[in-house]
């Protein structure tokens, strides 16, 4: 089990279990999110989590061959911080297939805007796909070598909304 209190990464919300139940037979995980699947005292389970809540308690519920019950209980949490991470340059239209997309890394994410303007204002660029991929196209064309001005806007579930901004070349 992890240690009460313990908080999951927004990168990695997978939680990982090391069963050291003694004993059981039959019972059952339940991860606090709906999700209940069946114990197995052979099995370390392992969940992800979709950051519906910032707290979970997971419960195991066991019975051993006489029939007696037990059940353990710890709370865990989800870091409801906010990370954006991105590059300040890529290279479409390489024929070396490296860095040939753009794309932001984001975790904790809810609500999301990429914005990318010429340095005179004209926007070329815009989703508000998190997960989006951009080829360095405008109105089917490659954009010309130079900087970029971009304006990427966001918040997650429970923060204000941030803007960064910069160059990106």
Known sequence: ????GFCLNPFDPKVEIINQ???GITGSWDFGDGTVIPYDPATNPFHYYNYDTTKYEITLRIANEGGCTDSFKVKICLDDSVYVIMPNAFSPNDDD???NDF???TAGVDKFEFHVYTRWGERVYYTEDK????????QGDFLPLGGYVYQVI???KKTPWKELNGMLY
């Open 1 to 4: 089990f992890p240690r009460e």
């Open 21 to 23: 139940s003694i004993g």
């Open 97 to 99: 297939g490296i860095n």
């Open 103 to 105: 794309f932001i890394y």
């Open 131 to 138: 997960d989006f991929r951009w080829d360095g196209k405008y």
């Open 154 to 156: 966001f918040k997650g």
